[in-house]
């Protein structure tokens, strides 16, 4: 485990980055393992590129000839060289909607789904392998994070394909598929006493005396342009347009604010007509400081311990929650929160319309969606996007009893008669309830 040197990297001729930049002061630095304005102010880096290259070298058919990854979109993602690490990610299903959307009485609803994103069957894969491939070009041998679950996943397992050496932080309350499911890639895994908040402190240490590439902290600037690949592709299986409205989960905020960028930059660059995309947010009740923050009319974000089931966007301290807001605010949008039982409810509601089954931060998604709907805060004509960014099967303990259970029978064709009789009374007896 060696000592990353940072240095700039001679770019091939088709990158387009150029520096990292303040968001906040604007200053401007070289492409190294940094993510905080250290000689000015404090504020967040993020990648510059070369926007007038980008103009003249794509187009909308360069992209549609490129992998069926998160690579076609290369030129606008942060590494140097053509030697990326390409494990399939990106380019999952964008379905139109038709039970769910006519169950929430929308006409032009779109879920984006990441819940069979890969490797690791959630959007985090897409972060991560944009920030393997540049911590691979920075000379970076050990990666790391600091994680609520899903990143632990990717991380685990891109490093393993990428053959980096791996140690991942976890709060130790984690669902037990999310652990297991970062532990099969045999990296080396911390699960800390505490929250995620107080794992994400820890690893700010560690990522000071250790030189290892953190793919959140150190290396925070390349992974978050990974999210950017959620607003591309969507113009692009939209037939090259944006949607009216998107509705998304915000933890951290990064997802949020850079589905923003990703479709900033198209229009910049002329890859799709400019047009206002109204920006929705989704909190969990029992962690939603941007949600109150939206609510109170403050520009600032007070930090809360969090309480809820929605584990993998539990952030009491989002780092991008000031950018989140700001968002949310000039497109005309919302952030709402919803608790655990209509996140859980949430979850059903998408797999019985849709048969999506996806994790608790997708439940709180929905579950946000149908509030701002019924709230009339989304008009049914809008062209809707809900990002549904994580898979079900890794937190079964959250519906764990919310669920019918299987009807056990002999095998023999009259206690099948009989059980599927007893199914149907049951079913009868349910809507009856539903109807007085
Ligand atoms: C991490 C995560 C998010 C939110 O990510 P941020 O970029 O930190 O806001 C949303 N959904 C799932 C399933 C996640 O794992
Ligand atoms: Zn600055």
């Given at each position: 485990?060696?000592?990353?040197?940072?240095?700039?990297?001679?770019?091939?001729?088709?990158?387009?980055?150029?520096?990292?930049?303040?968001?906040?002061?604007?200053?401007?630095?070289?492409?190294?393992?940094?993510?905080?304005?250290?000689?000015?102010?404090?504020?967040?880096?993020?990648?510059?590129?070369?926007?007038?290259?980008l103009?003249?070298?794509?187009?909308?058919?360069?992209?549609?000839?490129?992998?069926?990854?998160?690579?076609?979109?290369?030129?606008?993602?942060?590494?140097?060289?053509?030697?990326?690490?390409?494990?399939?990610?990106?380019?999952?299903?964008?379905?139109?909607?038709?039970?769910?959307?006519?169950?929430?009485?929308?006409?032009?609803?779109?879920?984006?789904?990441?819940?069979?994103?890969?490797?690791?069957?959630?959007?985090?894969?897409?972060?991560?392998?944009?920030?393997?491939?540049?911590?691979?070009?920075?000379?970076?041998?050990?990666?790391?994070?600091?994680?609520?679950?899903?990143?632990?996943?990717?991380?685990?397992?891109?490093?393993?394909?990428?053959?980096?050496?791996?140690?991942?932080?976890?709060?130790?309350?984690?669902?037990?598929?999310?652990?297991?499911?970062?532990?099969?890639?045999?990296?080396?895994?911390?699960?800390?006493?505490?929250?995620?908040?107080?794992?994400?402190?820890?690893?700010?240490?560690?990522?000071?005396?250790?030189?290892w590439?953190?793919?959140?902290?150190?290396?925070?600037?390349?992974?978050?342009?990974?999210?950017?690949?959620l607003?591309?592709e969507?113009?692009?299986?939209?037939?090259?347009?944006?949607?009216?409205?998107?509705?998304?989960?915000?933890?951290?905020?990064?997802?949020?604010?850079?589905?923003?960028?990703?479709?900033?930059?198209?229009?910049?660059?002329?890859l799709?007509?400019?047009?206002?995309?109204?920006?929705?947010?989704?909190?969990?009740?029992?962690?939603?400081?941007?949600?109150?923050?939206?609510?109170?009319?403050?520009?600032?974000?007070?930090?809360?311990?969090?309480n809820?089931?929605?584990?993998?966007?539990?952030?009491?301290?989002?780092?991008?929650?000031?950018?989140?807001?700001?968002?949310?605010?000039?497109?005309?949008?919302?952030?709402?929160?919803?608790?655990?039982?209509?996140?859980?409810?949430g979850?059903?509601?998408?797999?019985?319309?849709?048969?999506?089954f996806?994790?608790?931060?997708?439940?709180?998604?929905?579950?946000?969606?149908?509030?701002l709907?019924?709230?009339?805060?989304?008009?049914?004509?809008?062209?809707?996007?809900?990002?549904?960014?994580?898979?079900?099967?890794?937190?079964?303990?959250?519906?764990?009893?919310?669920?019918?259970?299987?009807?056990?029978?002999?095998?023999?064709?009259?206690?099948?008669?009989?059980?599927?009789?007893?199914?149907?009374?049951?079913?009868?007896?349910?809507?009856?309830?539903?109807?007085?």
């Open positions: 485990m060696t000592q990353a040197t940072a240095t700039t990297q001679s770019q091939t001729s088709n990158s387009a980055i150029e520096k990292l930049k303040c968001k906040e002061c604007g200053e401007e630095y070289p492409l190294a393992d940094k993510h905080i304005c250290e000689d000015v102010c404090f504020g967040p880096l993020e990648v510059k590129y070369d926007y007038e290259k103009r003249q070298t794509v187009t909308r058919a360069t992209i549609e000839a490129g992998p069926n990854s998160i690579w076609r979109y290369r030129p606008f993602l942060p590494v140097a060289t053509d030697n990326v690490i390409d494990v399939g990610t990106g380019m999952t299903p964008l379905v139109k909607s038709h039970r769910l959307a006519r169950r929430l009485g929308l006409k032009n609803l779109y879920i984006k789904n990441d819940a069979v994103n890969m490797p690791t069957l959630s959007f985090k894969d897409r972060v991560v392998s944009v920030a393997l491939s540049r911590a691979r070009e920075l000379g970076f041998t050990t990666v790391s994070c600091a994680s609520t679950g899903n990143l632990a996943n990717s991380t685990a397992a891109i490093a393993a394909k990428a053959g980096l050496d791996c140690c991942v932080f976890i709060p130790a309350d984690l669902e037990a598929g999310k652990v297991l499911g970062t532990l099969i890639y045999n990296p080396t895994v911390m699960a800390v006493k505490g929250n995620y908040d107080q794992v994400n402190r820890l690893c700010c240490e560690v990522a000071n005396t250790h030189g590439g953190f793919v959140n902290i150190n290396l925070r600037p390349y992974y978050s342009e990974g999210s950017k690949t607003g591309f969507v113009a692009e299986q939209l037939g090259w347009k944006l949607p009216d409205h998107i509705v998304a989960p915000i933890a951290s905020g990064s997802l949020f604010t850079k589905i923003h960028k990703g479709f900033k930059e198209f229009v910049d660059v002329g799709v007509d400019e047009k206002p995309v109204r920006f929705s947010g989704a909190q969990a009740e029992g962690c939603s400081p941007v949600a109150q923050a939206f609510k109170e009319g403050r520009d600032f974000v007070t930090p809360v311990k969090p809820t089931i929605a584990k993998s966007i539990a952030i009491g301290n989002p780092a991008d929650g000031i950018y989140a807001l700001e968002i949310a605010r000039k497109t005309n949008g919302n952030i709402e929160s919803v608790n655990d039982e209509e996140i859980i409810e979850i059903k509601l998408l797999a019985e319309t849709e048969g999506i996806t994790e608790t931060a997708g439940g709180t998604t929905v579950a946000v969606l149908k509030k709907v019924e709230a009339g805060k989304i008009d049914p004509e809008e062209t809707t996007v809900v990002y549904i960014t994580g898979n079900g099967l890794k937190t079964q303990e959250a519906v764990q009893g919310y669920i019918g259970e299987p009807l056990t029978i002999e095998p023999k064709l009259d206690a099948f008669e009989r059980a599927l009789e007893r199914a149907q009374t049951l079913e009868r007896l349910d809507w009856q309830e539903v109807l007085v």
